[in-house]
């Protein structure tokens, strides 16, 4: 996301910049670039579509359907026998925006390439799920745990009505949800990535229903939530920026002059480590930011490289001939679990 505001006139080869703070995200963006190229070129803007007070309007209204409300001991359940903490270089230490740094890991470009490519139809998975794969075997091996809660940053233009078009809307719909992954001992990268897909899959209303309890639910639900501990890792794949560069209208391009502190260096950090993610120049990089006063440079680069060789070897796996397979989640109105789904395939087979 980013804070601005930008007014213009729609008159033919004039366009009006006026700066002021509002926040929307990244899909916003794509929508503000297009007026802005349409409105230069003296182009008719395309209709527009719900508002965003519609959106949050109809969202108190979602917040205490059956539907989410459903989905209420689901997050509840997340910290039952809570994972292991975070091993921290410098217990007590502090954690805040004056004492955060960061250390990058990346893939090489055919690594990339394999990752986008020849990775997802294997298993029937996203890149997301393949990264949050990876990202759990990593923190899993630093923690010594099998369980992992960590929160994943969506981008919350889930469809929760029929009438509801926001194809067009801008304003800032991230949605932030706690995800517990238990991740598989010995099985190898197949086991794993089929694994975490499941989990996934599993959450409810693809975790749009987690911020609509805590903040929109009812007394009951928004002091069971309120009530739980924060995890510890945010996660945040924000895509391919080669793609979203390469559809900049004519004339537009990335700013190279820096932004400017976005937060006061007194403020605390709301997780101890962020990880975000992305494609640019053909080549996935991951930055890892961390409190010094918490975490040394040294342990967090080990980590986010574990990340990186996890990553290698899923790929690795997923171009061997053998690699391969389904999940229940592949077959909805199955009713079968992982066992019974091998056990069906191999009769067929």
């Not at 292991?84 to 990058?104: E, K, Q, Y």
């Not at 979203?244 to 709301?270: F, K, N, T, V």
Request: proline fraction near 6%; glycine fraction near 10%.
């Amino acid at each position: 996301g980013c804070l601005v505001k930008v007014l213009y006139c729609r008159r033919p080869g004039r366009l009006l910049w006026v700066i002021h703070h509002l926040a929307v995200d990244g899909v916003s963006w794509r929508i503000l670039l297009e007026d802005f190229q349409r409105a230069y070129a003296g182009q008719a803007l395309p209709a527009r579509t719900a508002s965003f007070q519609q959106w949050a309007r109809r969202l108190e209204t979602y917040a205490r359907s059956e539907e989410v409300m459903a989905g209420l001991d689901y997050w509840e359940g997340l910290w039952e026998n809570a994972p292991a903490a975070l091993p921290a270089d410098f217990p007590g230490g502090s954690n805040l925006v004056a004492s955060a740094d960061s250390v990058s890991v990346e893939l090489e470009e055919d690594e990339t390439e394999a990752l986008l490519k020849d990775v997802p139809p294997v298993y029937r998975t996203h890149v997301n799920d393949v990264l949050l794969a990876a990202l759990g075997e990593a923190l899993a091996g630093w923690t010594g745990s099998d369980s992992v809660v960590m929160d994943l940053e969506g981008h919350g233009r889930e469809e929760i009505a029929d009438d509801l078009d926001l194809s067009r809307t801008v304003g800032w719909f991230t949605a932030l949800f706690p995800v517990r992954l238990e991740i598989p001992r010995g099985g190898g990268p197949g086991e794993l990535l089929k694994a975490v897909k499941e989990q996934l899959r599993a959450v409810p209303n693809r975790g749009l229903g987690y911020g609509l309890l805590r903040y929109l639910g009812d007394e009951e639900a928004r002091s069971r939530l309120a009530s739980q501990p924060a995890p510890e890792v945010v996660f945040n794949y924000l895509g391919q920026f080669d793609e979203a560069l390469a559809q900049l209208p004519a004339g537009y391009r990335p700013a190279r002059e820096p932004r400017g502190p976005e937060r006061s260096p007194a403020a605390r950090r709301s997780h101890s480590i962020e990880v975000n993610g992305g494609i640019a120049g053909g080549r996935l990089r991951v930055q890892w930011t961390y409190s010094r006063a918490l975490h040394s440079r040294e342990t967090v680069q080990r980590v986010g490289w574990s990340f990186v060789d996890a990553l290698r070897r899923i790929i690795e796996h997923c171009r061997a001939p053998e690699a391969g397979g389904v999940t229940p989640s592949d077959f909805p109105l199955a009713g079968l679990d992982q066992r019974g789904l091998d056990r069906l395939l191999s009769k067929i087979r």
